[in-house]
T-cell receptor
Framework: DAKTTQPTSMDCAEGRAANLPCNHS???????VYWYRQIHSQGPQYIIH???NNETNEMASLIITEDRKSSTLILPHATLRDTAVYYC?????????????FGKGTRLHILP | DSGVTQTPKHLITATGQRVTLRCSPR?????VYWYQQSLDQGLQFLIH???????AKGNILERFSAQQFPDLHSELNLSSLELGDSALYFC???????????????FGAGTRLSVL
């Protein structure tokens, strides 16, 4: 799986959009970008994933650059409950060995 | 609620002891994954079972073992416990093999193991 690079931490004011960047310059053509988050000591939670088109669901939007070397997770109206560690992960959609390799992620602080 | 159930939530034991952590996957999910999260190591993949068979091993110590039963629940056995084994242990499940499932893993709430 390709490696990802994320900022260690970020702050965002409550009610504003939180934009979390991720670099994955060695991504392969068959690898998807997945985002998970972990709220303090809880189990990681799937947020969204995409291949090359922008994706949106009820939790967030995912913007992937045209060259697919970077992406941004957008939480449109951040709340205090969005304070968590956010993990950007690159992996293939179907693979025999489909473990998730978690990096250190971005610790997002939502400020009241 | 992810639908993945882990028991117990907390476990306190002494060095040298053996414990068993249990995981019930989401209904119908054939794959079960175990992860360990300690303060200094982050989330680390331990082992993956698919429909009762071991599929992949990660950084799992020889003192640790796992199995998946015919009803698809899984157990992680930790023996000869050391202080450094204190961590959160997460189980995740996935339908795997179903393209519509999109390779998403659903995590349980974890078991917090404290070795004293």
């Amino acid at each position: 799986d390709a490696k990802t690079t994320q900022p260690t931490s970020m702050d965002c004011a409550e009610g504003r959009a939180a934009n979390l960047p991720c670099n994955h310059s060695t991504i392969s053509g068959n690898e998807y970008v997945y985002w998970y988050r972990q709220i303090h000591s809880q189990g990681p939670q799937y947020i969204i994933h995409g291949l090359k088109n922008n994706e949106t669901n009820e939790m967030a939007s995912l913007i992937i650059t045209e060259d697919r070397k970077s992406s941004t997770l957008i939480l449109p109206h951040a709340t205090l409950r969005d304070t968590a560690v956010y993990y950007c992960i690159v992996r293939v959609l179907m693979n025999r060995d489909d473990k998730i390799i978690f990096g250190k992620g971005t610790r997002l602080h939502i400020l009241p | 609620d992810s639908g993945v159930t882990q028991t117990p939530k907390h476990l306190i034991t002494a060095t040298g002891q053996r414990v068993t952590l249990r995981c019930s996957p989401r209904s119908g999910d054939l794959s079960v994954y175990w992860y360990q999260q300690s303060l200094d190591q982050g989330l680390q993949f331990l082992i993956h079972y698919y429909n009762g068979e071991e599929r992949a091993k990660g950084n799992i110590l020889e003192r640790f073992s796992a199995q998946q039963f015919p009803d698809l629940h899984s157990e992680l056995n930790l023996s000869s416990l050391e202080l450094g084994d204190s961590a959160l242990y997460f189980c995740a499940s996935s339908p795997r093999g179903d393209p519509l499932a999109k390779n998403i893993q659903y995590f349980g709430a974890g078991t917090r193991l404290s070795v004293l």
